[in-house]
């Protein structure tokens, strides 16, 4: 009896000890995430919610955020055809831009990834080169090359193509041509992420049953690096609907967009509730289109499990 | 009438020759194995056939067509690779499918074609599985029944076994054989072990540094090593040296093995030095003889069914593999003085 009393205290001893171990393990991983946590909890997700809050508030033209509740900062929003005509805008703006980076990605990153040795990194540095350059400079330089007598207009009018300049500048086009320069670096890294998983042996396993090349590239190749194509599309998608720089300077106040939007409620009009309410519209709009974009993917393709 | 032939097919990489001047003939229905250690050029020759590398100068011919240098989605061969390559994205049947899709043959015909082919793997009900969902022995058998659904001429096996443990090795490689034989398919296979290649070939092709060695059934390879990679690579040998006392005429030579002489087949002159291999299973031990060779038996080990006595002779060991029913491992001490004996017939030679 007093024997196995004093086992069960020891088992109990030990039980306790070994919790102890794995809660300390446990401590450990979270002090690793701690500085990430931390930063995006204060600068991040704290802000988001008093945004998100403010959203709610009335306007007060003294204070800026009045003190009673409200729904109407949605309502103005959602009852407004100005406005959702820049949300429209936005997005379509943002599903261009992406749909162009994954045409022109796929076949640099393509051909970088059968590419061996120095001359890959090479590569790879020149498709990155475009993050090197102040977004600033960059859709300047755009603005040298599109305005109405710019070098694009001049040598088509040399050429003799045509009469007057066409608008290039200020134009939807402009914006989707100078994000589609930023963005898609991001674009070509992801699926070149995707394209070197993809097991050589099973292109040739394609081959080998008879599939040409071109057969081989739809029905296997492609299908294998759809997860790449959605994490950059995901990327570039995100920071083409939220970006300000690029609309600001290429667009101008003829293309506005709902980052524009926020920024002339802030810190033009000091509307700040409706500049949240609009903020929050968007990330709504920006998270649903990735949600039903990943649904679309994933349904076409059980087999592969989309990162 | 050879089915598939390798006439002179040579490959390089970087000035190295990896296939030199290969030559073989596999007649149809036939299964060939290619043995030898890594870098040897077998998986170089099979990725030729198979259309996968170019080759550098000579031909490879099927059933009477030149087909080097169509690309591999036109040669009509199966393979089943090392490490499966099942599409991922594809169900089982999808994946034996494949290739019947690309080949325009109707619906219905499909159907019928793809489970046959998974009942032949013994793998009905996995149609709808996807490869992640199957164990390694399960997608070797899914790869298989991919590679015979659309009935190539020849079946390209690049170690297909490597990958999956003991016990199902052994079963997967008897599976193998069985639907081979079955369908009567031609087949080449890619091994660097030297037991999977005895056990399953018809024939086997033993290659070192880009050359066929020899090319033999699996008894004869093993008896009778033409070369010395031969007898080295196959099996166990031991290695000694005798000196030829007296030759005769016809090849034949009195040799003594340190006294211990034999009348046997070689080609020496009196007081030659020569080489020869011994299996260790062809060398008896007795502790009480007229002849032998007089060793220490200086370690013993029970291995089940035999035992292995490492036998010490002046700067020398010899490994003998002796059955525990002919002889008792207990009535041998270590560190005893034994006679060892063997069949001159067993010797193999060596060509200096």
Redesign the interface.
């Known amino acids: 009896m007093q024997a196995e009393l004093e086992m069960n205290q020891e088992q109990e001893i030990q039980f306790k000890q070994m919790k102890k171990k794995k809660s300390k393990k446990r401590l450990d991983s979270w002090l690793l995430l701690l500085p990430a946590l931390s930063i995006f909890i204060f600068f991040f997700l704290l802000p988001l919610v008093f945004l998100f809050i403010t959203s709610f508030k009335t306007f007060d033209a003294a204070t800026g955020i009045g003190h009673d509740w409200t729904l109407q900062n949605y309502a103005k929003f959602i009852t407004d055809q100005f406005y959702l005509g820049v949300l429209w805008r936005t997005v379509k703006i943002a599903l261009i831009t992406t749909l162009a980076a994954v045409i022109i990605s796929y076949p640099v990153a393509y051909q970088i990834t059968k590419i061996r040795g120095r001359m890959k990194n090479y590569l790879t540095l020149l498709v990155l080169s475009p993050l090197l350059i102040s977004m600033v400079i960059r859709c300047y330089g755009w603005v040298i090359l599109l305005s109405n007598n710019g070098v694009v207009n001049n040598a088509l009018m040399k050429m003799g193509l045509i009469d007057k300049p066409l608008t290039l500048l200020y134009t939807e086009f402009s914006v989707v041509v100078g994000m589609v320069h930023v963005l898609f670096p991001y674009m070509v890294l992801s699926i070149m992420g995707s394209l070197e998983r993809i097991d050589p042996s099973v292109i040739r396993a394609s081959q080998n049953l008879g599939a040409g090349p071109i057969r081989t590239f739809f029905s296997v190749v492609l299908p294998l690096t759809l997860p790449g194509i959605f994490a950059g599309s995901v990327m570039v998608f995100s920071l083409a609907v939220s970006s300000f720089v690029t609309p600001a300077i290429l667009g101008g106040p003829q293309v506005k967009v709902m980052s524009f939007l926020t920024y002339e409620q802030v810190s033009t009009i000091l509307n700040w509730p409706f500049g949240s309410a609009i903020g929050f519209l968007l990330i709504f709009i920006a998270t649903i289109t990735i949600i039903i974009y990943s649904k679309l993917l994933t349904r076409s393709e059980k087999g592969v499990a989309i990162q | 009438m050879s089915y598939l032939c390798l006439e002179n097919v040579m490959k390089t990489f970087n000035k190295t020759e990896v296939v030199k001047k290969m030559n073989l003939e596999i007649k149809k229905g036939e299964l060939v194995s290619f043995l030898g250690p890594s870098g040897c050029g077998k998986t170089t020759t099979l990725n030729m056939i ?3 590398l170019d080759v550098d100068g000579g031909s490879i011919v099927v059933d009477g067509k030149p087909v080097h240098l169509l ?9 089943v ?3 499966y ?7 089982v049947f999808d994946n034996v499918a ?2 019947l899709k ?2 325009k043959v109707q619906k219905n015909e499909i159907n019928q074609r793809v489970l046959e082919a998974l009942e032949m793997v013994r793998l009905s009900g996995y149609e709808k599985r ?3 969902e199957l164990s390694g022995g399960q997608q070797q058998r899914v ?1 298989l029944a ?2 015979l659904v ?1 009935k190539p001429k020849v079946l390209l096996l690049d170690e297909p076994l490597s990958n999956l443990d003991a016990k199902l090795r052994q079963e997967m490689r008897e599976e193998i054989v069985e639907i081979q034989k079955k369908v009567g398919i031609t087949t080449i296979f890619v091994t660097h072990d030297q037991e999977e290649a005895l056990a399953i070939s018809d024939r086997i092709a033993v290659m070192y540094e880009g050359r066929i060695e020899q090319v033999d059934t699996p008894v004869a390879i093993y008896n009778q090593p033409q070369t010395d990679f031969v007898s080295r690579f196959i099996g166990e040998v031991n290695q000694i040296q005798g000196h030829v006392v007296e030759s005769y005429s016809g090849n034949q030579c009195k040799v003594s093995f340190n006294g211990y002489q034999q009348v046997l087949t070689c080609n020496g002159k009196n007081d030659d030095l020569v080489d020869f291999y011994l299996r260790p299973e062809k060398i008896q031990i007795y502790q009480e003889q007229s002849e032998g060779l007089r060793v220490r038996v200086e370690r013993k080990m029970f291995l089940g069914a035999k035992t292995r006595y490492i036998l010490q002779l002046k700067n020398q060991q010899l490994i003998a593999d002796i059955s525990n029913t002919v002889l008792n491992p207990d009535q041998i001490l270590e560190g005893q003085d034994v006679l060892a004996v063997w069949n001159p017939e067993e010797l193999l030679a060596t060509k200096k």
């Open positions: 198979a259309g996968f690309p591999p989605n036109k040669r009509e061969m199966g393979m690779f090392q490490n390559a099942l599409f991922p994205h594809m169900t494949y290739g690309l080949r996807y490869p992640k790869s991919r590679a659309i």
